[in-house]
């Protein structure tokens, strides 16, 4: 893909509802961890990791994607967070392919984003289902579940 499509995806921000912020701040190291048991607590080195394993999440059920028009938002994460590494941004166009079934899709970085924020809500439930059942060793409890999952 042209460096276009790839910074055209940093003007779209990552708007997430209101009633998730308190997990994206408990999982995330942004928003601070200081010794090595705050680690193990927040297994997300970025919010927008927690963002894209929700996606992630989801695709593996084979949930669909939640309409988050009318809902309670806030910005939680910048669009030019969502391209960094360069493979998010390639996986992102695949699974807007795959859930639009239209390959155009990719022309359009609102879109993609609007189908890959639904797909993160649908899967941030059972994701963070996982991290609660798991309190105090949540990094090794995902990466068990993770596993299984696969």
Same mark, same amino acid.
Not at 23 to 51: C, E, I
């Given at each position: ?24 701040? +408990? ?20 919010? %927008? ?5 929700? %996606? ?13 028009? =009318? ?7 910048? =669009? ?7 493979? +998010?941004?390639?996986?992102? +166009?695949?699974?807007? @392919? ?7 899709? %990719? ?7 609007? @189908?890959?924020? =639904? ?8 994701? @963070?289902? @996982? ?20």
């Amino acid at each position: 893909m042209t460096d276009n499509v790839n910074t055209s995806f940093a003007s779209v921000e990552v708007n997430a509802p209101v009633e998730f912020r308190e997990f994206f701040q +408990r999982y995330s190291q942004s928003t601070g961890a200081s010794s090595v048991a705050d680690l193990d607590r927040k297994p997300f080195p970025r919010m %927008v990791d927690f963002w894209f394993l929700a %996606v992630c999440v989801a695709v593996k059920l084979k949930l669909k994607p939640i309409n988050l028009e =009318g809902r309670d938002t806030y910005k939680a994460i910048e =669009g030019s967070a969502v391209i960094s590494p360069e493979w +998010r941004a390639n996986a992102l +166009r695949l699974i807007a @392919i795959s859930e639009s079934g239209e390959t155009d899709v %990719v022309q359009d970085p609102r879109r993609m984003m609007r @189908i890959a924020n =639904g797909l993160a809500f649908a899967g941030m439930p059972p994701l @963070i289902e @996982i991290l609660e059942r798991h309190p105090d060793d949540e990094m090794f409890g995902l990466s068990d579940e993770l596993v299984a999952m696969l």
